[in-house]
Every structure is written in C-alpha cells, then in structure tokens.
C-alpha cells in the first residue's frame, strides 16, 4: 500500500468528527462538561479499539466451529456487537465520575455520542487501510460514512439518552438497558449485513429486504435519537429556569445521581 493510499483511508476521520460537530453545535445554552472532559472519552474509546479488536479476533475463533448461520449471528450479535458496545459503554462509566461526571441530561448524551465516535473513528480507519483499490475504497467509504458510523451512533446515543434517564429522572432502562438495546440494534444490523453477502444469486427479493432494512436503522434511528435528544435539552432548560427562579436564601435541591 502506498504513502497515498495511507493518507487517503485518514479522510475516514470526517463522518465522525463531521457528527459531533452537528450534535454539539445543537446545544448552546445548557452547562456542560468542558469539550476537554468529553474528548478524553473520545480518545479513550479510540484507544480501546485495540483490544476490543484483540477480543473480537478471540472469539471469533469459536465460530469457525458452528454452521455458517450459527456463527453468522455469533459474528454479528456476541463477536462485533456486543464487544464493542460494552467497550464503549465500560470507557462511559469509567471516565465520567466524580468531577467529569455530567451535569446535565444533554451532558451525559454527548459523553455517550464521544464514545462512539471515538471508536468508530478508528475503525474507519482500519477498514479503509485494507481496500485493495480506489473502487474499493470509494464503495466502503461510502457505506462506512452513511451507514455504518450512524448505526454506531444510533446504538450508542440510545445507550447515553437512557443512562441520562436513570442519573437524573430515575428512568426504568439505565446504563445496562440501554446497552442491550444498543447491543440489539447493532447485531441485527450486522446480522442483516451478513445475510446479504451470504444469499445465493436467486435470492434477488431476499437481497433487497435486508438491504432496504439495515439501511432504515440508521435513516430513522438518527431522527428517533435526535427527537430523545430534544426532550433531553427541554428538560434540562426547565431544571435551569427553575433554579433561576429560586430564591437567593432557598436552599438548593439535592440532585439524584
């Protein structure tokens, strides 16, 4: 591979930056933890491809002993899904305790976004670094930028929208809820990804089912997440016109983790 090919699988670094930018730009008025605290998380989550990958080669070991349907979806729900969200779920609740933790519910979605990109930032990388040709790299850069990167998202924002539930509303789902939905909708855009490449050449209708499927978990995920994510920020304006409306001599009101 060539010093061109190897710069050319960096611009892999665009969709993720590219929706951070629009998830941040979106919030202008509710404290938040510093673009510094939420960053350390993006690079943590990056950092923890490593050996995300290291396990994920594992166990995929044990696949290679099923039939091709059982290991497809071991493949797609235990080898890559649910590895890399708890992953990215264990960088979550690591790095945002006591004075990183987040102040507010919009707070701890864009931790949870931070993590995601982080991860899948890296990954784009690596899957660029291996296509054989310019076709190649085009067709996977394109999947990767509106399809793959936003499943992370999706799975992964859902993930905070419910741990920002449970810290601050005492919601039902919480962290572990929220990591089995994201375990749930990323395995079964995996598994829909696997059963494409795996139909016989007959299965034209079949073929086209799951492809119009995986491709709606993003395009309508990304509008579900974003509407959760405005009634994070409603909530969040109400608690901050409140304690503005408090009186100077009240007391404060204790906040449930």
Known sequence: MSLYDRLLALTGVIPPFLLLWLAEAAERRIREP?????YRVFAAAGLASVPIVWVEHSLSVIATYSPSRTAGLFDAFVVSASVEECGKAVCLFLLTRGALAPRTRYGAFLYALHASMGFALVE??????????????????????YFSVPVHLVATGLLGIFWARRRFDRGAVGLLGGLAIAVAIHGTFNALLFTIDNLSAEDDTLRIVCAATAMAI????????????????????????STERRAPNEPPRLTIP
């Open 34 to 38: 510093t673009k510094g605290y939420r």
């Open 124 to 145: 784009n990388v690596i899957a660029l670094l291996q296509t054989p040709d310019i076709q190649a790299f085009s067709d996977r850069f394109f999947l990767r930028a």
């Open 218 to 241: 993003p395009l309508l995920g990304a509008p579900v997440l974003r509407r959760l994510s405005l009634r994070l920020r409603t909530d969040d304006r109400r608690d901050e016109a």
